[in-house]
Structure formats: structure tokens, C-alpha cells
């Protein structure tokens, strides 16, 4: 018998989860999945990549070593010439490879009834895989395919509807009227925390397949979905933070009209969760939130807003709950309404204090922003333990010349580290650099800010990709420049500015978890720009 890992039973309803403020980091970390360690399922854990790897270089072995023994002769077997993997039992393997080899020497199926009820034996197991199942199956690929073996043998689903199969890579299901598809194990072990068929999600009704209109970094696919009667299960990719999450009602309707995994918000990354209260509902994205409320709907909140929002408390805090989304006022300061209140970024970035970093005037509001809201220091230049004064005072001189930055869409040595330097928005040729011009703060790209991302934010930025705000900056100043009429300015040029900051984190960071930080970083800055020129047009 084919033994794949056997481990306790896993069984947890997560559909009617409470999760805290404070315990929303944790519960997101409980959906981060290692492909090394695959999932326990009915009590069973399924094989890792090296594990398949060996089972299916034994098969490709097996098959090209000679046709199979129509009768057990010891040492001419399959098992005999390549070997077997561990765990698999002798005695199965050399039974299958025979049934295999009269069912060979059988004549084909003609007809469409015959083929329904045809049945197939498979090398290493003694469970044969029959009818729509094995249609599906061969479909995939068979032996060769994610799913690999039969583990468990064709079962008549509980409610007594359809048939379904157990391989080492996941399931098979077959449903009179939700069709016959497969089920990978990561996305079963989300299914079964919801009850499996019996549960809110149902049957599935279609194959995992890669996501419409994916653009994946360095050209990986952004990841899959799979629908079933009651919702849909998401994964994301292995290289970009692997998690696999449940999302469905009007959490799901919303996030699909801002445009599903090619929104702001990117995919799912936690099954949804109730509040403490037992009132709200939420789901937890790879940029953001969104959150549900009876009496005030769905309503998603990001950026530099959602960190605020939880530091402060979320909905138990002064704020409560979202009544809009994210919205630039009559003003293009950030804003958000809440049942409680309003969030306005523009009160959050009103010093004129400021601190000199890497030879640059950053207003001392930003900084303070990115240390208790991000975690990210980029006071480099004011610790001795960091920098020398002398490096200091090269750094600011070479900015002053614009020799600091690096080029865009280039590779850029810094600290030890090689970073990629993205810069979708190109900083427009007649652009002019110059920290001694008499209006400086259209020269000097993100005014009191960063012009770049990542490259100080390691933890939260393990790709190693470096967003450039240059361009957007550059383009704003220059419309600043063009346009005299400050309210003009303010409803042409800022909400761009934004907009292009936004389109900078999405193009360096596709849908990571890094992109949030980007965003977040992007739109503290983007009111300290705001900011500065208010402070030069009182109105």
C-alpha cells in the first residue's frame, strides 16, 4: 500500500473566526504556507517536491525499462530494475504493473457508455482510478501531472452525489451537475476548514487555473483561483509569499468590481474573519482590507490610512468602522470616513520640521511615519553607529549634484546589497535637477520626502527591488511649473502624482506583500509634498 506521511487529524472551522486588532498579523501569518512542508488533510500529509520528484523519475523509469509482466517473475519486475520510492509496498507495486499489463492487452473501449465505465490501474498502487474521474485525470496529465498517484480508492460522496478520488497532489471530485475538476491539496486544506462540500463553499464547479490578465514579476504568473458553488479559494505564487485563502457574499462582489486580483488590493491572503463584536466581517489582502459592516456595507481600507486605522485601534478604536472607501477631497488631501469620524492624512504631516538624510531635507513628520507606522528607519544619516559624518557630508554634496541616485532601470550597488532599481515613470528629459534654484521645491524631485523605496526597508522588501519615485516627482514639479493657478494645480497635478506613485509600487512589486509598504510609504510622502506647497500658497 501506497503510505503517504501519516499525521493526527486536522480539523478547524475557521469560517466564523473571530480575530482582534491586535491578532490580525498573527491569524494572516496562520495562512503562510512553506511548499517544503505540504499540508496534513484527513489526517494524511502529502509529499514534498523532492518527494515527487523521486516517485516520478521511478515511473519515467519503470516505463522505459520494458513493457510490463503480465505475471509476478521475481527480479524482472519494474520494482526490480529501478527500484521503488519509500513507503511504497513491493507486493502493490509488482500486483499493479500486472493488471497494467492485462489491461493492455484488453481492446479499447468504442463506445461513449463502455468509457464511462472503463477503469485504469496506475504503476505503485493497487487503486484504480475509473470512469469520469479517469477521464479528468488523463486530462491532467495522469501520473505525470500535480496530482502523481491514487492514494485512496473511488468513494461515493457523503450526501450520496457523485464520486470522488484521493491522489497524492489532491482530490478528484465528480458531481451530476457541478461537473467533475481537481482539487490541489494546499487549496483542499482551506475547503476543509469549511466543512468541505457539506460547507459554505460547496462543490467546486471548475479547475484551479491561473488568474485573467495575470502580470507577474519577471514574467511568473500571479496566481490561481477555484470556484465552487459558494465562493472561491485563491493562491498566489510560491516565489512572490505563498498563501492559499477563501473569500466569498459581499466581500468578494466588492473586491471583484474594483477588479478581483488585478485591483489595488491584490489577492486574498486570509480567509475571511469576524470582528470581536460579532457585527463585522473582514477579509485581508495582499494590499489592504476590506471590511463589512450590516448598517454600513463594504468598504476597503489601504494605504497609509489602514496603518493608521489599525495602530489606532480599527473598528474597537476612536474611528470605527469604514462608511467610505479611501478618497481624495475637494483639496486632494487622503482621506477616509469612518461611522465615528474622519481620517484626514494632510493632519498627520503639518510640522515644518525636518531631518537631513543622505544629504536631503526630509520633513521630521515623514520620518516619524515610516518608524511607528512601517517599522522602517531611514535616519541613517543621523546616526554615527550608521555613518560617518564624512560620508554624510560626501552623500549630501553628491545628491546636491544628483550624483547619489542611481540610474533608472539600472542595477544599483548599495550597502553590500545589489538592488534593482525600478523606474516604470521615466524622469522627462527637460526636467532640471538644482537644490540651488530659487524654486527649489520644483527641482528637487519628492520635496522633504523620499525619492526612492526598498532599499532601507529589507524585511519588507525581500525581493530586493527598489520602487523610484523620481519620475512621478519630476512630472509634478514640471506641472506645478506650467500651471500658476494654485487650485488649478491642486485638482490637476496632485491627484496624478498620486495616481503615478501608485503605478510605481504596482510595476516594482506586481502583487507582493511589498507593494502595500510601497503604497503606504508613497502616499506619507505624497502629503508631505502636498504639504510644502501649501505652506507656499496660504489660502
Known amino acids: 500500500m501506497l503510505a503517504i506521511g501519516l499525521a493526527p487529524p486536522f480539523a478547524s472551522s475557521q469560517s466564523e473566526r473571530v480575530v482582534a486588532v491586535e491578532d490580525r498579523e498573527a491569524y494572516v501569518e496562520e495562512f503562510n504556507y512553506d511548499p517544503n512542508d505540504p499540508p496534513v488533510i484527513d489526517g494524511v500529509k502529502g509529499l514534498t517536491e523532492t518527494e515527487i520528484a523521486e516517485y516520478k523519475q521511478k515511473i519515467r523509469q519503470a516505463e522505459a525499462s520494458g513493457p510490463p509482466q503480465d505475471e509476478i517473475v521475481a527480479g524482472q519486475m519494474w520494482s526490480d530494475k529501478v527500484g521503488i520510492p519509500e513507503g511504497v509496498d513491493k507486493a502493490d507495486a509488482d500486483q499493479s504493473e500486472v493488471a497494467i499489463a492485462k489491461e493492455q492487452a484488453q481492446p479499447q473501449a468504442r463506445s461513449l457508455r463502455a468509457a464511462a465505465t472503463q477503469c485504469k490501474t496506475f504503476w505503485l498502487t493497487p487503486h484504480r482510478v475509473c470512469g469520469a474521474i479517469l477521464n479528468r485525470y488523463e486530462a491532467l496529465g495522469g501520473m505525470a501531472s500535480w496530482l502523481l498517484l491514487p492514494i485512496e480508492g473511488q468513494k461515493t460522496n457523503p450526501d450520496g452525489q457523485g464520486t470522488r478520488q484521493r491522489f497524492a497532489g489532491g482530490f478528484i471530485y465528480s458531481h451530476p451537475t457541478s461537473g ?38 519577471d514574467g511568473e504568473i500571479n496566481g490561481w483561483v ?18 492559499v485563502a477563501s473569500i466569498n457574499g459581499l466581500i468578494l462582489e466588492k473586491w471583484q468590481d474594483m477588479g478581483g486580483p488585478s485591483s489595488d488590493l491584490g489577492f486574498p491572503i486570509a480567509d475571511e474573519a469576524k470582528t470581536p463584536d460579532g457585527q463585522g466581517r473582514f477579509s485581508v489582502f495582499q494590499s489592504g482590507s476590506i471590511y463589512w459592516h450590516p448598517q454600513h456595507g463594504a468598504h476597503v ?39 465615528k469620524g474622519t481620517i484626514n492624512l494632510k493632519d498627520y504631516f503639518d510640522s515644518d520640521e525636518v531631518v537631513l538624510v543622505d544629504g536631503k531635507e526630509i520633513a521630521k513628520d515623514f520620518v516619524d511615519f515610516l518608524q511607528i507606522y512601517l517599522g522602517v528607519d531611514i535616519s541613517r544619516g543621523l546616526s554615527s553607529q550608521r555613518t560617518s559624518p564624512q560620508t554624510v557630508e560626501s552623500r549630501s554634496t553628491m545628491q546636491a549634484a544628483q550624483a547619489w541616485y542611481p540610474a533608472q532601470n539600472s542595477n544599483w550597488e548599495y550597502e553590500q546589497r545589489i538592488l534593482r532599481v525600478v523606474s516604470p515613470i521615466l524622469i ?7 537644490l540651488s534654484h530659487p524654486q527649489r521645491t520644483l527641482h528637487d524631485f519628492c520635496s522633504y520626502s523620499q525619492d526612492l523605496w526598498g532599499e532601507d526597508a529589507i524585511l519588507f522588501n525581500p525581493s530586493n527591488r527598489v520602487a523610484d519615485y523620481r519620475g512621478p516627482c519630476a512630472r509634478h514639479d514640471m506641472c506645478y511649473d506650467r500651471i500658476s493657478e494654485y487650485d488649478l494645480r491642486v485638482v490637476t497635478c496632485d491627484p496624478s502624482l498620486r495616481q503615478e506613485l501608485k503605478t510605481v509600487c504596482r510595476e516594482a512589486y506586481g502583487t507582493s506583500l511589498s507593494r502595500a509598504n510601497c503604497w503606504s510609504t508613497a502616499e506619507g510622502m505624497y502629503q508631505v509634498v502636498k504639504y510644502v506647497q501649501e505652506k507656499k500658497n496660504p489660502v
Not at 522627462?428 to 538644482?434: D, I, L, R
Open 180 to 217: 467533475t475538476h481537481a482539487v490541489a491539496n494546499h487549496t483542499a486544506n482551506v475547503w476543509q476548514r469549511h466543512g468541505w462540500e457539506a460547507g459554505w463553499l460547496g462543490y467546486p464547479t471548475s479547475g484551479e487555473v491561473p488568474v485573467e490578465g495575470s502580470t507577474g514579476i
Open 226 to 243: 477555484q470556484k465552487f458553488e459558494g465562493g472561491q479559494i485563491y493562491r498566489t505564487p510560491v516565489a512572490q509569499g505563498f498563501q
Open 428 to 434: 522627462p528629459s527637460n526636467y532640471v535637477y538644482n
Open 301 to 339: 481600507i489601504d494605504g497609509a490610512i489602514s496603518l493608521i486605522w489599525l495602530l489606532e485601534g480599527g473598528q474597537d478604536g476612536p474611528h470605527g468602522y469604514p462608511i467610505s472607501d479611501v478618497y481624495l477631497d475637494d483639496e486632494a488631501n487622503i482621506k477616509q470616513d469612518f461611522n
